[in-house]
């Protein structure tokens, strides 16, 4: 896959969904959860998710589509992998980084700071929490041959975070949230930070 297949995103003043980032977290479907595992588990991944309202939504997926068919793959687009469409209109999101490469070596953590750009100490914060974004966004496909974009986690800023409650954020249950979507990149709000090299950071489905 060419440097020219990966296009980066800043997405700003995002509510987060679900973050999974202090561990690799692998999908139990008998649990119905997300439990941590290995890094070197199969299906092992950091993620994230945010909430987009329907206007942003389109937009977005409509830059990603371009961003897929400007990839020239000879192949139609199907999907945006980590959407999920919701009763309210909206659409729910999520970037991913696997624990291990194609290559089978373990891929570095997602780059997680505070609002001042400092790493930040505790990984743990739950949905609702606030903060910017940063993905890679690249053409592939799943094993039915369903072409499409997936989205990849490449930094993270949590300008408010919040800890603690019931337990029930470790499912994977849709929640309450609204985000807005601004390709940024002269604004990136946490430039310094170096980005992995995408081509050692593939996701594979």
């Not at 910017?132 to 041959?145: E, F, G, K, V």
């Not at 337990?167 to 170096?194: E, L, M, R």
Request: hydrophobic content about 40%.
């Amino acid at each position: 896959m060419a440097n020219s297949d990966f296009r980066s995103f800043t997405l700003q003043n995002l509510t987060f969904a679900y973050p999974k980032l202090d561990a690799t977290y692998k999908y139990n479907s008998m649990a119905r959860k997300s439990e941590k595992c290995p890094q070197r588990a199969q299906g092992a991944v950091w993620s994230i998710g945010w909430e987009m309202n329907a206007a942003d939504a389109a937009k977005f997926e409509a830059e990603l589509i371009a961003h897929f068919n400007s990839c020239n793959t000879g192949q139609t687009f199907t999907r945006v992998f980590g959407a999920k469409k919701l009763e309210s209109g909206s659409t729910l999101f999520t970037a991913k980084r696997a624990g291990v490469n194609s290559k089978g070596d373990e891929n570095k953590a997602p780059e997680v700071v505070d609002g001042q750009k400092r790493p930040l100490d505790d990984l743990a914060f739950w949905g609702g929490s606030k903060g910017n974004l940063i993905i890679s966004a690249h053409p592939t496909n799943d094993p039915d041959q369903n072409y499409g974009v997936a989205l990849k986690i490449v930094a993270v800023q949590v300008t408010e975070a919040i800890y603690g409650g019931s337990g029930v954020d470790s499912f994977d249950i849709v929640s309450d949230g609204s985000s807005a979507f601004d390709v940024a990149p002269a604004a990136n709000p946490f430039a310094d930070i170096p980005k992995a090299a995408p081509m050692d950071d593939e996701i594979p489905f």
